[in-house]
């Protein structure tokens, strides 16, 4: 039986995941490290960079700005709102859209939202890829890299956009490159890097990196795997991601600490399974905040101002509520894939991660989605000392 080893980067212990294919085993047992695989298979030699990218690549026509990206603010309205309206309409975003955020000049948000979703249907990864382009690679493995990479974003107090945008590159990658099961880790590695060269004022180096994985790779292959990730993408790393959805949503609504925290602890459990990928990033994103407000039970969990900022009203959002809702219990129980319950657990999140899951659950073709059985836990009552990095607008 071949063994697959994921040692943690707190306190060191010991568990074992049988995987359902493969007969995969998964010990983790060493601090500071994650040895996944037992040897690289990419050498400076065996790495070639004659990939046939034209051809193993989707089309991306119709991304960034338009033709006005850089027209001058003038100071009237309705020039501006027409500059923006034409921005709209060039990056994808629909009729009715344009013509919501007519009626509501003044709302930045909105505007935000209206514009990441013109953008969200480019760059997104094939959702079958373990099944139809990965050989070596299950979706158990994908789960524990994507929780191994929630740790280290944790270990090293990197932003939220850097963790989703990290796993953005790792699932788009492996959509174009089927990988050797020795190999996932340093993929990971590497997309988290340049992640985090885009979004953190201070990126770890090459080094950082060939220490947290405990030596298992050289800091030439991370340089040469990240050349062959951008390469692979066409250095197109700008995509908009359920956090940044995520955050308008919840400033537009003006969220709570609560439902701040535990909107974001769903949103990041969403990471960790494959098939949520099926779902764009705004549903993930709306579907989220839905479920918390169902959670901590909120009489209207989706009411106007969130369908206002969404853009979905309720029956839209209920497959994805339901598919999130049935992650969540999972990953309550689930005595491996830990990190960001953990996270979540601590008193300066609200201890979110601590709050039963839903159990029953339906939908009505009028309400959307309701909760059969409320069965809430009481959210940890925070000292004024630690009340100041519990803000709404503290980034998780």
Request: glycine share 4%; net charge negative.
């Amino acid at each position: 039986m071949e063994t697959l080893r994921i040692p943690s980067l707190g306190e060191s212990k010991a568990s074992r995941l049988q995987a359902a294919t493969g007969q995969v085993a998964l010990q983790r047992d060493r601090a500071r490290s994650i040895d996944v695989f037992s040897a690289p298979s990419f050498s400076d030699q065996q790495i070639s960079f004659e990939m046939d990218v034209e051809n193993s690549l989707p089309s991306h026509e119709g991304w960034g700005p338009g033709p006005n990206a850089d027209t001058p603010a003038t100071g009237d309205a309705v020039q501006d709102m027409d500059v923006l309206s034409r921005r709209s309409s060039a990056s994808g975003v629909g009729v009715e859209a344009r013509a919501l955020l007519a009626e509501h000049p003044d709302s930045d948000n909105l505007a935000c939202i209206l514009h990441l979703k013109g953008q969200e249907h480019q760059r997104r990864p094939n959702p079958h890829y373990i099944s139809s382009v990965q050989t070596d690679v299950n979706e158990k493995m994908r789960a524990i890299l994507m929780d191994w990479l929630a740790e280290v974003a944790q270990e090293w107090s990197l932003c939220g956009d850097t963790l989703f945008l990290a796993v953005n590159l790792v699932d788009r990658f492996l959509s174009v490159r089927a990988v050797p099961r020795t190999d996932l880790q340093l993929v990971g590695a590497a997309c988290l890097w340049v992640a985090c060269k885009y979004e953190e004022l201070s990126p770890p180096t090459a080094s950082d990196f060939v220490y947290i994985t405990d030596d298992t790779y050289t800091k030439e292959q991370v340089v040469v795997m990240e050349a062959v990730i951008l390469g692979t993408l066409g250095f197109e790393v700008t995509v908009p991601t359920v956090k940044a959805f995520l955050r308008c949503l919840l400033k537009g609504c003006g969220a709570n600490k609560n439902l701040h925290y535990l909107s974001n602890y769903l949103a990041e459990l969403s990471l960790l399974d494959h098939t949520m990928m099926r779902y764009l990033p705004s549903e993930i994103a709306a579907a989220a905040v839905y479920l918390a407000n169902l959670m901590l039970g909120k009489h209207q969990p989706w009411d106007n101002t969130l369908q206002h900022f969404a853009t979905y009203n309720a029956t839209q959002l209920a497959s994805c509520v339901q598919a999130l809702a049935a992650l969540h219990h999972a990953m309550s129980v689930c005595p491996t894939l830990v990190s960001i319950r953990t996270k979540y657990a601590a008193p300066r999140c609200r201890a979110v991660s601590l709050l039963h899951p839903l159990q029953h659950l339906h939908v009505t073709p009028d309400q959307g989605v309701m909760v059969c059985d409320r069965h809430y836990m009481e959210l940890p009552r925070q000292h004024s000392s630690t009340g100041s990095c519990c803000s709404s607008q503290t980034q998780a």
